[in-house]
């Protein structure tokens, strides 16, 4: 697409420079009240858009939260020797 549009403004401007290609592309190119995009860039009537570009800075915050890995290990053995067991329901 950028290349195309490149192509017309070079020919536009190969016409303007050219008043013999100008009179081919058109028959009335001589006269006053002609007016095309070639004779609009000769007479510099071509305004360019005044824009402001500012730049957009985006931060982007990574949290990273650490899994604390807790080995529990008692110091006391709580579990129930083989001979020691609940009731038996009678």
Excluded: K, N, W
């Excluded at 860039?41 to 824009?51: A, I, K, M, N, R």
Aim: charged share 10%; with cysteine.
């Amino acid at each position: 697409m950028a290349v195309a549009l490149l192509g017309v403004f070079l020919s536009v401007f190969a016409l303007a420079l050219s008043e013999a290609l100008h009179r081919i592309l058109h028959a009335d190119a001589c006269a006053p009240e002609h007016q095309c995009a070639v004779t609009t860039l000769q007479s510099g009537q071509v305004e360019t858009p005044v824009t402001a570009i500012e730049p957009v800075v985006a931060y982007v915050a990574v949290f990273f939260t650490a899994q604390p890995q807790v080995d529990f290990v008692p110091s006391v053995d709580f579990s129930l020797p083989p001979s020691c067991g609940p009731p038996a329901l009678s």
